[in-house]
């Protein structure tokens, strides 16, 4: 059994003219919000190994974060091919993990997050039918199990959507 964290990158500052995207910082209220990430991420049973996210400054500001709550030794990658990275290009991505890695989390961007999650869930634990059909909005988590041994045997619905996280919720 392996499990995927979909993980948004918390809150940032506002697109502008003056900010390139890719330069975003996190702000108060993103902060405050990937840390009750955090703490969520750290009660899972299936405890992060190895955390990738994109090399935008929002999202390693957010994994840091994470990284801080987990308090373990986890394998990190900084990968500038997640940035803005579409459901295909996550695909690709994943099939290329190490496969002693059982529990992987994922920090991006919409909506290819939120597309790779649709293409993998298959069913839902109870209560967790709709959580797809609403926003995936910023510092919100998706944790699907996939019943595969290695990570390039994940296909479309071949996971089950197990738990989910939205800040303004809990």
Known sequence: ???????????????????????????????????????????????????????SIRTSQTADIIL????????????????GASQETLLNYISFIDDRINSVGIVGHQPGLKELALYLANSYAEGLERVLNENFATSNAIIIALNVKRWDQISIRSGILVDYFDPKNN
């Open 1 to 55: 059994m392996k499990y995927l964290s979909i993980i948004r990158h918390a809150k940032a500052e506002p697109e502008s003219q003056e900010l390139e995207d890719h330069d975003r910082k996190l702000i108060s209220k993103g902060i405050k919000r990937a840390s009750s990430l955090a703490i969520w991420l750290s009660k899972k049973p299936s405890l992060i190994e190895s955390l990738h996210y994109s090399s």
């Open 68 to 83: 801080s709550e987990l308090k373990k030794n986890i394998e990190t990658f900084i990968e500038p091919k997640l940035y």
